[in-house]
């Protein structure tokens, strides 16, 4: 763990040159470790994805646990999705209007078909508690030098967090290898700093759901998150 003590942030107007698009959707079940798939599904309708730099794929990971049910953690196992799922693609803004193609159409994911809706676009976040599922790190890294990593990488684009908590490796399948990731969590950024950080996000691996950091709104309920 890495803490400091944090300085109040200013106000500050968030860009709108990359925004999260959210899509409505019909699906009832996916693997637990549905990044590849999905992303190829994504990238098969959205050609222009997969080169797009600033693009990235929020995986889909519907409750942690409710009503008696836990989240499965063999790879292989299903999720079964709520209405309320959504999928949500990070994109330049003049992506947009190129993302709206997959309105109306059925993906298939690993066998489970996926009925993509119509979309919102949501603002980046001006919350300065952020958390990202996947961040990819070697085998077995230890968290120290994980943090130490990541610390480098984020002052490489002008960001300092004072408050930086990691979690449990997980490990995404593609059909060429196994990518290691650990999670991640930064507190008590600037707005600003909070802002570029969902931007730029962090490390390799964004169409697979890597790197991306989403708000999350206090720090004490990290831990059951990170675990």
Not at 179 to 196: F, G, Q
């Amino acid at each position: 763990m890495y803490w400091q003590e944090a300085k109040e942030n200013e106000n500050y107007n968030v860009p709108d040159d990359i925004v999260d698009v959210v899509f409505s959707i019909q699906c009832r079940t996916l693997p637990v470790d549905h990044s590849y798939a999905l992303s190829q599904a994504v990238s098969e309708a959205l050609p222009w994805f997969a080169d797009e730099a600033l693009a990235g794929l929020h995986t889909i990971h519907g409750a942690e646990s409710g009503n008696g049910w836990m989240r499965p953690d063999k790879p292989d196992a299903l999720l079964h999705l709520s209405r309320r799922t959504k999928l949500m693609l990070r994109l330049p803004k003049q992506r947009i209007e190129d993302a709206g193609i997959l309105t109306g159409q059925t993906l298939s994911i690993d066998g489970n078909s996926m009925l993509v809706d119509k979309a919102v676009v949501k603002p980046l976040s001006t919350l300065t508690t952020l958390f990202s599922r996947y961040i990819v790190a070697s085998e077995g890294l230890d968290e120290t030098v994980f943090m130490r990593e990541a610390q480098a990488l984020l002052a490489d684009i002008g960001v300092h967090p004072k408050k930086m908590l990691c979690g449990i490796e997980r490990v995404i399948t593609t059909p060429d290898r196994k990518i290691h990731t650990r999670s991640l969590m930064l507190a008590d950024l600037d707005v600003e700093e909070s802002v570029r950080v969902q931007q730029r996000g962090l490390g390799p691996g964004r169409t697979l759901g890597c790197g991306l950091f989403l708000p999350h709104k206090d720090i004490h309920e990290v831990r059951p998150v990170l675990d």
